[in-house]
């Protein structure tokens, strides 16, 4: 299933392979389309947005909001939250973000990072931008 498309075409997704006896699902993960050219993300990896640059962002181990540039994961870290998840970024870099604080529910909040740290995630992959 897509989840977004840049305008460049390079489309992110999530696919999930049945096997019998079905409804069973043998596997599932996530991809980058780049030309036609499919590339596996990291397991546990959920893409929801794609720039023209290239650059992902998603959720990591359902809980962890993160930004893919090309390769290098960064975790996206609000204060507070006991959890979060980023939903699109635009091409100047601006991440929509929901997270959630204990006992409070989601807030929603967009932010703008104007400087990255890479902070290990324990993943990468072998994408080139």
């Known amino acids: 299933m897509a989840t977004a498309i840049n305008d460049s075409g390079q489309i ?6 049945p096997c019998p006896p079905f409804p069973q699902t043998c596997s599932n993960g996530a991809f980058l389309d780049s030309g036609g050219v499919f590339s596996l993300l990291p397991a546990g990896f959920v893409p929801n947005g794609i720039n023209n640059s290239g650059q992902i962002v998603g959720l990591m181990n359902s809980q962890m909001g993160v930004l893919d540039s090309h390769g290098v994961f960064f975790a996206l870290s609000i204060p507070g939250a006991v959890a979060e998840e980023a939903f699109g970024i635009n091409n100047r870099g601006d991440i929509a973000d929901v997270y959630a604080t204990s006992g409070f529910g989601l807030i929603m909040a967009s932010f703008i990072l104007l400087e990255l740290s890479p902070r290990s995630t324990g993943q990468t992959h072998g994408l080139s931008g």
């Open 12 to 17: 992110v997704g999530e696919y999930a392979l």
